[in-house]
C-alpha cells in the first residue's frame, strides 16, 4: 500500500481528500435537492400551469369575443329588417291615409258643387218668382191705369217706361 500511496502522492492525488470531496458533492448535491430543487421546480410547475391557464382564459376570451361579435352582427341585421318594416308600413299608411283625405277631398267637392247647384237653382227660382210678381204687379198697375185714364198710346208707352224704371228702382233698394 505504501508504494500505492508513494505513488498516488507522487501523481499529486490524495484519495483521502477526493473521498472526502467527493462525499461532501454528494451530500450538497442530496441538500440542493431536497431544499432547493424541489421548490424551484415547484415554482416553475406553477409558473407553467399558470401560463398555460392564462393561455387557455385568453383562448376562451376570445371565443367569447367571437359570439358576442357574431349576436351583435345576427342584431344588426334584425334591427336592419326591422328598420325597413317599419319604412314599409310607414309607407303603406301614408298611402292609405292619402287615399283617404283625396277621396274625402273629392266627396267634399262633389257635396259643394251639389249645394252650389241646388243653391244657384234655388235663386234662380226665386228671381223668377219675384220677375213673375212683378210682371203681375207692373201688368195690373197698368190696367188699373189705363182703365183710371183712356190713355192714348203714347201715353200708355211713357208710363209702362216710367213703371219700368220705378221698378229697377225697386230692386235696386232690395
Given at each position: 500500500?505504501?508504494?500505492?500511496f ?28 431536497h431544499f ?69 277631398a ?35 198697375s ?33
Amino acid at each position: 500500500m505504501s508504494a500505492e500511496f508513494l505513488l498516488g502522492a507522487a501523481s499529486g492525488i490524495y484519495w483521502g481528500d477526493t473521498i472526502f470531496y467527493l462525499v461532501l458533492f454528494l451530500v450538497l448535491v442530496a441538500l440542493i435537492k431536497h431544499f432547493a430543487w424541489g421548490p424551484i421546480t415547484s415554482m416553475m410547475e406553477k409558473r407553467a400551469e399558470k401560463i398555460a391557464s392564462d393561455i387557455d382564459n385568453a383562448e376562451e376570451s376570445r371565443a367569447k369575443a367571437e359570439k358576442l361579435e357574431s349576436q351583435r352582427q345576427a342584431a344588426l341585421k334584425d334591427s336592419h329588417v326591422e328598420a325597413s318594416q317599419i319604412i314599409d308600413r310607414a309607407k303603406t299608411n301614408g298611402e292609405q291615409q292619402k287615399s283617404k283625405i283625396i277621396d274625402g277631398a273629392h266627396q267634399e267637392v262633389t257635396a259643394l258643387k251639389e249645394n252650389a247647384k241646388q243653391d244657384i237653382a234655388r235663386e234662380r227660382q226665386d228671381a223668377l218668382e219675384s220677375v213673375k210678381d212683378d210682371v203681375a204687379e207692373l201688368s195690373l198697375s197698368i190696367a188699373s191705369k189705363v182703365i183710371v185714364k183712356n190713355l192714348k198710346l203714347e201715353d200708355q208707352k211713357a208710363l209702362i217706361d216710367s213703371y219700368i224704371e220705378g221698378l229697377g228702382k225697386q230692386n235696386e233698394v232690395k
